[in-house]
């Protein structure tokens, strides 16, 4: 089984940066496929990005890349979450999540998960 531990949410300006860290341990971790996902007050989980732990190409949701950047560190067995430009809609609990499925887009598509990290941007 794998673990997951997030840390690195704050409360930030608009316009500021932030990076997110999960630190991942377990299982044998080339079989799973770690993401983000985030959740905003009173709105349901919603997927932001996912890398494979071995080999593909990472992916971010259409409506943050170019904001926001995943990547990982094989040594380290950490995965990162590079956070610019963030805007006040931002605002939300941020997963650091794993699954044997080879595209993940969805939450359901994820079934171990971190604590979450709050991230609050504000106006």
């Known amino acids: 089984q794998v673990q997951l531990v997030e840390s690195g949410g704050g409360l930030v300006q608009s316009g500021g940066s932030l990076r997110l860290s999960c630190e991942v341990s377990?299982?044998?971790?080339?079989?799973?496929?770690l993401g983000w996902l985030r959740q905003a007050p009173g709105k349901g989980r919603k997927f932001v990005a996912s890398?494979?732990?071995?080999?593909?190409?990472?992916f971010t949701a259409g409506s943050l890349a170019g904001r926001f950047t995943i990547s990982k560190d094989s040594v380290k067995n950490m995965v990162y979450l590079q956070m610019d430009s963030l805007k006040p809609e931002d605002t939300a609990v941020y997963y650091c999540?794993?699954?044997?499925?080879?595209?993940?887009?969805?939450?359901?598509?994820?079934?171990?998960w971190g604590q979450g990290t709050q991230v609050t941007v504000s106006s």
């Open positions: 377990g299982d044998t971790l080339s079989n799973y496929v």
């Open positions: 890398v494979p732990w071995t080999g593909g190409t990472e």
């Open positions: 999540a794993a699954t044997g499925r080879r595209i993940p887009r969805t939450p359901d598509d994820f079934s171990i």
